[in-house]
């Protein structure tokens, strides 16, 4: 074999590193498909500046930076801010609303799917319509429809397939957690959206014993085997990643409440806890099962004090490492995380990939050293 240096083609570079990372084909498939058509001319980075602002790279005034970018491994590209109410044009701040996932994340994803010629797929999140392209080169079965909600993604997605040569990749606006039943039963789902329960519709249109893969909760990757009655499912964590929330799960912006919390400090109700909470911070295991069993649930992690946040922001608390508390509202969210967190040290500490997740006529549990052990039901966010 003889050595290129990297800096080279950074395309044959990022090849090389997926035929590492990710199963054997991709590296084929990736080399023929030319990512720099999927990508837009301008994109935010998902770091922000000093500024606090997200820059831009533009392909026009920058070739060079947009096209490494393109090809690293690890770094997602924001596509979409605000629903597109911030205009690309310049360094902004906002919440992401769509990207092109890191080439890491996308290797993963795939790995877990198992995807072979001639299956039939059904993509939810299609977004610039990338991960279908690469999905469509390995099946070759013309059998891969996508679904996007936002519906300018959803026809840039339609002409960048196109002119790539995916024209047979079906692509529908439309809300994936409700699948496209006029093609299934599929062989393989993949969610490139966050799921906070895995949608019913999924595995109803699924073969028995095909794979649906899908972020969970914003930080897992879970993957369900369909089992043979074909209306449950049941699979393991396999993986860390962050993915944005499906639409219509995402709960509206999250309201700010710190000038709230502030107004009601004094009056909120004060206690004391011997409870260790620092794992919900340092083991994925732990924040996992917060969120899966204390609905709706945000955390910011202070220097001195973590706050405690319901969505509907009708209630709050505050934990201090020294043991002080002080909860507002109807919940009791820091009581909540105690035992979100004492249910986890009594399942033996496991780590994120020795949770999972199975979904039956029984709902939705999840589970800790397989289906077999100590289990939960997962409470909605
Ligand atoms: C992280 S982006 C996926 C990007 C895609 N994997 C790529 O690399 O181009 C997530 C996409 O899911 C879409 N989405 C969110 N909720 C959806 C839903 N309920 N149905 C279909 N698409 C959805 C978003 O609009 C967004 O474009």
């Not at 990939?353 to 997962?378: I, M, R, S």
Request: aromatic content about 6%.
């Amino acid at each position: 074999m003889t050595a290129t240096p990297a800096s080279a083609d950074p395309r044959q570079a990022c090849a090389g590193e997926l035929a590492e990372h990710g199963p054997s084909w991709l590296a084929r498939a990736f080399l023929a498909v030319d990512r720099t058509r999927f990508v837009p001319g301008r994109v935010w980075l998902p770091e922000p500046g000093s500024d606090g602002l997200f820059p831009v790279l533009d392909r026009e005034q920058d070739p060079d930076a947009w096209q490494a970018a393109v090809y690293e491994l690890r770094r997602p590209l924001i596509t979409q801010m605000d629903d597109h109410r911030t205009p690309s044009e310049g360094p902004a701040r906002g919440r992401f609303t769509s990207s092109i996932s890191a080439l890491r994340v996308v290797a993963a994803q795939l790995a877990h799917l198992d995807l072979h010629p001639g299956h039939t797929v059904l993509h939810i999140g299609t977004g610039t319509g990338y991960d279908s392209a690469l999905m469509a080169e390995r099946t070759r079965a013309h059998k891969i429809l996508t679904i996007e909600t936002d519906r300018q993604l959803a026809g840039t997605a339609r002409r960048n397939l196109d002119a790539s040569g995916y024209g047979q990749v079906r692509a529908a606006v439309g809300d994936g957690e409700l699948g496209w039943p006029e093609g299934a039963p599929y062989d393989r789902v993949l969610s490139t959206a966050s799921a906070t329960r895995v949608p019913p519709a999924w595995i109803a249109q699924t073969v028995p014993g095909g794979i649906i893969v899908t972020p969970y909760r914003g930080l897992a990757l879970l993957r369900l085997a369909v089992a043979d009655d074909g209306k449950s499912a049941s699979g393991p964590v396999v993986d860390a990643v962050a993915f944005m929330a499906l639409r219509g799960r995402r709960g509206g912006e999250a309201p700010d409440i710190r000038a709230v919390i502030k107004a009601q400090l004094a009056d909120a109700e004060k206690s004391r806890t011997d409870a260790d909470l620092s794992p919900v911070r340092s083991e994925l295991g732990a924040e996992f099962l917060l969120h899966a069993l204390v609905p709706g649930i945000r955390i910011v992690f202070g220097g001195t004090t973590w706050w405690f946040e319901a969505r509907d922001a009708a209630s709050w608390a505050a934990w201090k490492p020294d043991g002080r508390v002080r909860q507002w509202g109807p919940r009791r969210l820091v009581d909540e995380a105690v035992l979100a967190v004492a249910a986890w040290r009594d399942a033996g500490a496991p780590a994120l990939t020795d949770l999972g997740v199975t979904v039956g006529a029984g709902g939705e549990c999840v589970w800790a050293h397989g289906p077999g052990g100590p289990a939960w039901p997962v409470r909605d966010a």
